[in-house]
């Protein structure tokens, strides 16, 4: 994946209607990828979460090489995942914000091991995206 919706925006570009299921996918992969080495070490459970998580997503299917590199990926160059974060999180609606945050959960649990570096990556993510808890838990009108 080359991050290229990502890095237009980060130029100044606006996200047009045609590139937003581009932009969700790689904020999606972004952050999942990013999440399993929260901890420094990556299990190939997180790594089949991922798949899962975004075949069901996307539609797509990723290898683990594909998410190893996002992990890694020249977005980690320009800007720090919180930046793009930011810079991308009023190009997504409530819904996609939720359900990053419920992959997310999904992938820092597949490990069976849940530790305070993951808690903080989910912490910041959340308040990144600027998510609150009525919207994490569906207690939206």
Same mark, same amino acid.
């Given at each position: 994946m080359a991050f290229g919706n990502v890095l237009k925006i980060f130029g100044g570009s606006s996200a047009s209607e045609e590139i937003q299921p581009e932009l969700y996918k790689e904020v999606l992969l972004t952050t999942l990828a990013r999440?399993?080495?929260?901890?420094?070490?990556?299990?190939?459970?997180?790594?089949?979460?991922?798949?899962?998580?975004?075949?069901?997503?996307?539609?797509?299917?990723?290898?683990?090489a594909d998410i190893r590199k996002a992990s890694w990926s020249e977005l980690n160059e320009s800007a720090n995942?919180?930046?793009?974060?930011?810079? &991308?999180?009023?190009?997504?609606n409530d819904e996609k914000k939720t359900t990053i +945050? !419920?992959?997310?959960?999904?992938?820092?649990?597949?490990d069976t091991e849940i530790? &305070?570096?993951?808690?903080?990556?989910?912490?910041?993510?959340?308040?990144? +995206? !600027?998510?609150?808890?009525?919207?994490?838990?569906?207690?939206?009108?």
């Amino acid at each position: 994946m080359a991050f290229g919706n990502v890095l237009k925006i980060f130029g100044g570009s606006s996200a047009s209607e045609e590139i937003q299921p581009e932009l969700y996918k790689e904020v999606l992969l972004t952050t999942l990828a990013r999440a399993s080495k929260a901890d420094a070490n990556i299990h190939f459970s997180e790594i089949e979460a991922i798949q899962q998580i975004m075949q069901r997503e996307t539609g797509q299917e990723f290898t683990e090489a594909d998410i190893r590199k996002a992990s890694w990926s020249e977005l980690n160059e320009s800007a720090n995942l919180h930046k793009y974060l930011r810079s &991308v999180r009023g190009r997504l609606n409530d819904e996609k914000k939720t359900t990053i +945050l !419920r992959a997310l959960v999904d992938v820092i649990k597949s490990d069976t091991e849940i530790n &305070v570096l993951e808690i903080d990556f989910f912490n910041r993510v959340a308040d990144t +995206l !600027r998510v609150t808890p009525t919207e994490q838990f569906g207690l939206t009108t």
